[in-house]
Structures are given as structure tokens and as C-alpha cells.
Nanobody, 126 residues
Framework: QVQLVESGGGLVQAGGSLRLSCAAQ????????MGWFRQAPGKERDFVSY????????SYADSVKGRFTISRDNAKNTVYLQMNSLKPEDTAVYYC???????????????????WGRGTQVTVSS
């Protein structure tokens, strides 16, 4: 089973940028579609972004559309989330996840994703 390790989180001021990385181990991510979710304290884990197996199709939550960009490099076995124009409400633990639904077009519920990383904290100060 693929293992996922997130990195790139940290503390940033509002309006700033961060790039999260999700490195896959043990198996190639080219067999999976990938997603990013986030969870703030006391809240549910929410969908952020999805990228299909080839990188040819992406999807975003309305709250991040136009600010965040998901990408993947299958040769490096890594998925990225570029986050620009960050807001305090973006503060959360960000999780990378893999799914065998390689070209999904429905609602992105967490239970569609079978493998998760441990998360990386993103804190945006006002």
C-alpha cells in the first residue's frame, strides 16, 4: 500500500504563500488519484482539492478556488498544493490522500480516499 508523507506547512502571514508537498513511498502514485483535505480544530475534515491520475483534471473547493493550485509529478512520486493569498480561515492541518477512483467526478467525501498521510500544520496569522 502506498504511504504518504506531507511537508511544507508552517506559519505565514495573511496574503502569503506556502507550497505543500506529498511524497509517496512504497508504490507509485500514477495508479492513484490524489486529494488534499484540511481539518481545523473542532471541525470536520473538509475537501480542498483533487487531481486525477494523469493530472489532466483538477477540482477545488469553492473556498480555495483561484488561490490554490494542485499539481503532481508522477516521475517524482509527489503531489503539490500551491497556496497563495492565504487567509486566517485557511488555518488547519492539511492532509494528503490517495484514492483508486482515478478519474472521479462526484462529491469528494473523505471516505473515497483509502490512504492518508499524517498531515502538516498550516497557520495563517492576521
Amino acid at each position: 500500500q502506498v504511504q504518504l508523507v506531507e511537508s511544507g506547512g508552517g506559519l505565514v502571514q495573511a496574503g502569503g504563500s506556502l507550497r505543500l508537498s506529498c511524497a509517496a513511498q512504497r508504490r507509485t502514485i500514477s495508479n492513484y488519484a490524489m486529494g488534499w483535505f484540511r481539518q481545523a480544530p473542532g471541525k470536520e475534515r473538509d475537501f480542498v482539492s483533487y487531481i486525477n491520475w494523469s493530472g489532466g483534471r483538477t477540482s477545488y473547493a469553492d473556498s480555495v478556488k483561484g488561490r490554490f493550485t494542485i499539481s503532481r509529478d508522477n516521475a517524482k512520486n509527489t503531489v503539490y498544493l500551491q497556496m497563495n493569498s492565504l487567509k486566517p480561515e485557511d488555518t488547519a492541518v492539511y492532509y494528503c490522500a490517495a484514492t483508486s477512483y482515478i478519474d472521479y467526478t462526484g462529491t469528494f467525501y473523505p471516505n473515497l480516499f483509502g490512504t492518508w498521510g499524517r498531515g502538516t500544520q498550516v497557520t495563517v496569522s492576521s
